[in-house]
C-alpha cells in the first residue's frame, strides 16, 4: 500500500508541475489551491512546503526573465522539459495503476504461507465470503473453543497452519474429549454449513485418527454424529471437513475435535464454519427407519385414507388401525345388524398399499351400544347366569363376525381394552359385572378360532405405572397358565412431555418380556401438558423441544426391546386430528410427530437420527 500512495504522489508532484509550466497565470492560481487540497487530504505537514520548494526550483530552471517587461518567459529547454514531463506523468499513471491493482488482487495464498509459517508475522488466510465463524487462534488464546473431560487447551506457537498460533489439545489423559465450540444459535435447520479445521499432532508418535463430532439435541437427549475423520501424524496439517445441515431447532448444539480413540495430544487451527444453500432434503420414512426393529402404524379415520394425509400415511407407515371404524358401536349399531362400510375402506386402503393393520378393538366398556347390555325383556342386565350367557353370546357373534371378515388381512386384534384399574384392580364394567373373567376367556378363545393366525392382544392404557403394569403381569399369566390364547400385550402408550420416565417405561416391557409374550405399543401420543386443566393459545416451541427429548428418550428405550416388541402405532397421524384437542379438556395440543400442516416436528427428527 504504501508502494501505491508513493506512486500517487509522484503523479500528483508531476502534474502540478506541468500545470504551472505551462501557464504563469495557473501558477499563480494553483499553488495555493493546491496546498489547500493537499492539506484537506490530511497530507503530512512538512509535504506542502518541499512541493511548493519542488515547483519553484523547476519553474526557475525552464523559463527566463524578458528584459524589457520583466515577465518570465518560457526557455526552449522548458519546452523540451514540459514534453518530458508530460511522457512521464502517463508513465507514472500506467505504473500506478499497475501497482494497485497488485496491492489490490493478490492475497498472500495459504500454502505459501503455510510453508513460511514459523517466521511469518502477519500471515492470515482471507475467509471465503459466506464464512460465518472463525477460528484462528492468532490473538494467542483458546478464542471459542472450551475444554473437554479431561482436556487442557492454549492457544500456542509450537505450531501454526497459517499464521503463528494454533490452538494445543493436551493431556487428555483418561479423557474421551478433545475442544469444544458452542454452535448452540449460530445454526439455522433452513441452511446448509461447511465445517472444517486442521489439525496434527504435536509429537512424532504415531498416526492416529482425529475426528470432528456434532453433538445435538436437547438436555436429557443429546445426540453425537460422527461427521468427519482423518489421519493425522506430527509432520503435517491435515483437514477435517464435512457438510453439515441442523435437522431441526435443538436446545444444544456444539462441535468438537478429538482423536478417534487413545490419548494423544494435538493442534488445531484455522477453523472456519460456511454456510450455503441447505442441501435437497428428503424426508426419511419411519416405517423404512426402523423396518429392522418393529412395524410403525398410524391410527386414522376414513377420511384420512384420501387426500393429503393418506398419501403422508403411505409414505411414512407400514401399518393402520382405524380409531373408530372397527368399534362396536361401528360396527354392530343394533343386534345383529352389522355396518362395515367405514372399516372396509381403512382394510382396502391399508391392503392396496401394503400396509398392515391391527385391529382395535373388540370388546371394550366405551363406544359399545347399550343394546348389547339390555336383557330380553328391555331391562339393564343384572349379574345373572342367563344374563351372562345372553351377553357372551353377542359377544361371541360379535367378535366371530368381524374378525372372520378381516382373516388373513388383520395381522392383530386388540381383543379387549382398558379392563384393569389404575390402582391395579379389575374394572368394574358391566363386562366385568355380568361375566366375570369369562368375557376375556371367552373372547379371546372366539377370536383365535375365527382367525388363528391373527396376534391376540390384551390392551390397556398406562402400563408404566407400577400397579396397572403388575397387575396385567399377574392377570395375563393367570391367563396363560389356563391356556387362554394371549399373544400380546397392548400397551396404549399416550404420555406426556415429562411421565413416564425411560426407566419406567424400560421397567414395564422387561417385566412382561418375562411372560413370553409379544409386546406392541398400540396408541403412542404424547401431549405438551403434564396436567388436565392448562390451556396453551399455541403451543410455545420450547415445550415442541421438550417433546422432542422426551421422544427421543422413550424411543431409544423401545430401540433397545426391539426384540421384545412387534410394533408401535401412533394414535393418530398428525397435530391436525387428534384425540387430544377434546380429551381430556378441549384444548390446543400436538401430541404426534407431524405438525398440523404435516410437516415433520422436531420430534420426528429426534426419533429418526441415527435410530440406532
Ligand atoms: C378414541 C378416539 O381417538 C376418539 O376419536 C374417540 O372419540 C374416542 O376414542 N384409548 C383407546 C382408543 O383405546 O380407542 C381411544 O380412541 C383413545 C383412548
Redesign the pocket.
Known amino acids: 500500500m504504501r508502494r501505491a500512495w508513493a506512486a500517487v504522489w509522484r503523479f500528483v508532484e508531476l502534474w502540478s508541475w506541468v500545470a504551472v509550466h505551462s501557464c504563469k497565470e495557473l501558477w499563480q492560481w494553483a499553488v495555493p489551491r493546491c496546498a489547500a487540497a493537499l492539506r484537506r487530504a490530511r497530507l503530512r505537514a512538512p509535504f506542502a512546503p518541499a512541493l511548493r520548494e519542488a515547483i519553484r526550483l523547476r519553474f526557475e530552471a525552464t523559463t527566463r526573465e524578458d528584459p524589457l517587461t520583466g515577465a518570465r518567459l518560457w526557455s526552449p529547454r522548458g519546452r523540451t522539459h514540459i514534453f518530458a514531463m508530460a511522457t512521464g506523468v502517463l508513465i507514472t499513471v500506467v505504473a500506478a495503476a499497475v501497482v494497485l491493482a497488485v496491492s489490490a488482487f493478490s492475497g498472500p495464498s495459504g500454502d505459501s504461507l503455510a510453508a513460511r509459517a514459523p517466521s511469518s508475522t502477519v500471515a492470515t488466510v482471507s475467509p471465503p465470503p459466506n464464512t460465518i465463524l472463525t477460528s484462528d487462534f492468532e490473538d494467542g488464546s483458546a478464542q471459542d473453543w472450551v475444554a473437554g473431560a479431561g482436556a487442557k487447551i492454549k492457544g500456542t506457537t509450537a505450531a501454526a497452519h497459517t499464521g503463528r498460533h494454533s490452538l494445543q489439545v493436551t493431556r487428555r489423559g483418561n479423557g474421551q474429549q478433545g475442544a469444544w465450540h458452542n454452535l448452540q444459535g449460530k445454526l439455522s435447520p433452513d441452511a446448509g454449513y461447511t465445517l472444517t479445521t486442521w489439525v496434527r499432532l504435536t509429537g512424532n508418535g504415531p498416526a492416529t485418527s482425529l475426528r470432528m463430532t456434532v453433538s445435538w439435541g436437547w438436555a436429557s437427549a443429546v445426540q453425537d454424529d460422527v461427521v468427519a475423520t482423518v489421519e493425522a501424524n506430527g509432520a503435517t496439517w491435515a483437514r477435517l471437513e464435512a457438510q453439515y445441515s441442523p435437522v431441526t431447532a435443538v436446545d444444544l448444539l456444539s462441535v468438537r475435535v478429538e482423536p478417534a480413540g487413545g490419548a494423544a495430544d494435538f493442534l488445531l487451527d484455522d477453523f472456519t464454519v460456511t454456510q450455503h444453500a441447505p442441501p435437497p432434503r428428503s424426508v426419511p420414512a419411519l416405517r423404512e427407519i426402523f423396518a429392522g426393529s418393529f412395524d410403525v402404524g398410524a ?1 386414522i379415520s376414513t377420511q384420512q385414507a384420501t387426500g393429503p394425509e393418506a398419501d403422508l400415511v403411505k409414505r411414512q407407515f407400514g401399518s393402520v388401525t382405524p ?2 371404524a372397527m ?1 362396536w358401536t361401528a360396527t354392530e349399531p343394533r343386534p345383529g345388524e352389522f355396518t362395515f362400510g367405514d372399516s372396509d375402506k381403512i382394510v382396502n386402503f391399508a391392503t392396496s398399499n401394503g400396509m398392515k393393520i391391527r385391529g ?2 373388540l370388546v ?1 366398556h ?2 359399545t351400544p347399550d343394546w348389547v347390555f339390555t336383557d330380553d325383556n328391555g331391562q339393564p342386565m343384572t349379574p345373572t347366569p342367563q344374563n351372562k350367557a345372553l351377553l357372551l353370546a353377542r359377544m361371541s357373534d360379535h367378535i366371530r363376525t368381524l374378525v372372520e371378515r378381516y382373516r388373513g388381512k388383520i395381522t392383530a386384534w386388540d381383543v379387549v ?2 379392563v384393569i384399574n389404575d390402582d391395579g384392580t379389575l374394572r368394574q364394567s358391566r363386562w366385568y359385572q355380568i361375566a366375570g373373567l369369562d368375557y376375556i376367556r371367552t373372547a379371546f378363545t372366539v377370536a383365535h378360532a375365527a382367525d388363528p393366525a391373527a396376534k391376540l392382544c390384551i ?1 390397556d ?1 398406562n402400563l408404566t405405572g407400577p400397579s396397572r403394569r403388575d397387575a396385567m403381569y399377574d392377570l395375563v399369566a393367570d391367563l396363560l397358565a389356563e391356556g387362554v390364547p394371549v399373544d400380546c400385550i397392548g400397551s ?1 402408550t ?1 404420555v406426556n412431555i415429562s411421565v413416564p420416565s425411560p426407566a419406567a417405561l424400560a421397567a414395564s416391557i422387561e417385566k412382561f418380556a418375562k411372560l413370553g409374550v409379544d409386546q406392541q405399543i398400540t ?1 403412542m401420543d404424547m401431549s405438551v401438558y403434564t396436567d388436565n386443566t392448562s390451556s396453551y393459545p399455541t403451543v410455545p416451541p420450547g415445550l415442541l423441544a421438550q417433546q422432542a427429548a422426551q421422544y427421543k428418550a422413550l424411543f431409544a428405550v423401545l430401540l433397545r426391546y426391539r426384540d421384545q416388541i412387534s410394533s408401535v402405532t401412533f ?1 393418530g397421524v398428525a397435530d391436525n386430528q387428534t ?1 387430544l384437542s377434546t380429551y381430556p379438556i378441549p384444548r390446543v395440543d400436538a401430541p404426534l410427530l407431524f405438525g398440523t400442516d404435516l410437516a415433520p416436528k422436531p420430534a420426528f427428527w429426534a426419533i429418526v437420527a441415527n435410530p440406532g
Open positions: 391410527a380409531t373408530a368399534k382395535h378393538t371394550w366405551n363406544q381394552n382398558e390392551n392404557v396404549q399416550h396408541e394414535w384425540w
